[in-house]
């Protein structure tokens, strides 16, 4: 796994870090997820989350209060209560609160709703956070908000990405902000790369960052950018 810091640029710390999975040797995600089929899924998805938790727990401090971002694949989960024990078990011998644990899934393939919203409500009920990632891109977007409000709903780099100089991007995501204020979910905007970025994302409100601006993913460690070290 490599972790990458999601900080919160109003009170200058870091809210999260999100664990992107990695070969053994640092290899990226795509080469590793070429090897996900039908067969290992469920395996595959189960190993990531055993993982993340484990790194998480030893390169977090455990009085912080800084979460640990997880991505999860809906198709692999066949019953949410089943598929989550090991997860609990995991959690609970090394010894991470669950509600420091958000998951996170992306709309980038077709899914069966009901799904979904079984596996989002019942790890609401179990105490995790939970959020939708690449908002805006993918397939399910408002039609699940009207049926369920995660905790915190990524927009898609590709809205963010050149939003300094692009006016159409600008007003939908100044639009889409107020969306989910009204909807009491808070926005993560992922993708950010340059200060002009940033800047805009501020003046819109935006609390919650995440992009190589502010740091590219460490392997296998947890390293807080220097601007946000201690509240700076």
Known sequence: MAFQPIVDIRKREVFA????????NG????????????????AFDQQCRVKAIELAASLLKRDDTTKLSINFMPNAVYEPRACIRLTLATAERVGFPLDRIIFE???NEHLN??????????????????????FGAGHA???????????????DMDLIRGIDTDRVKRVVVEHTLQMLKDLDITPLCEGVETDEELS?????GVALVQGYRIAKPSFEAAITPHEYRNGA
């Open 17 to 24: 870090f999100e664990a992107l999975v990695r070969g053994i």
């Open 200 to 204: 805009v994302l501020r003046d819109l």
């Open 105 to 107: 899934f992306t709309e």
């Open 113 to 134: 709703t009901e799904h979904v919203l079984k596996i989002l409500e019942t790890y609401r009920q179990i105490g995790f956070k939970t959020a939708i990632d690449d």
């Open 141 to 155: 977007g408002l039609g699940l908000l009207t049926r369920f409000q995660p905790d915190l709903v990524k927009l």
């Open 27 to 42: 290899e990226g995600a795509a080469s590793v997820l070429t090897q996900v089929d039908p067969i290992n899924r469920y």
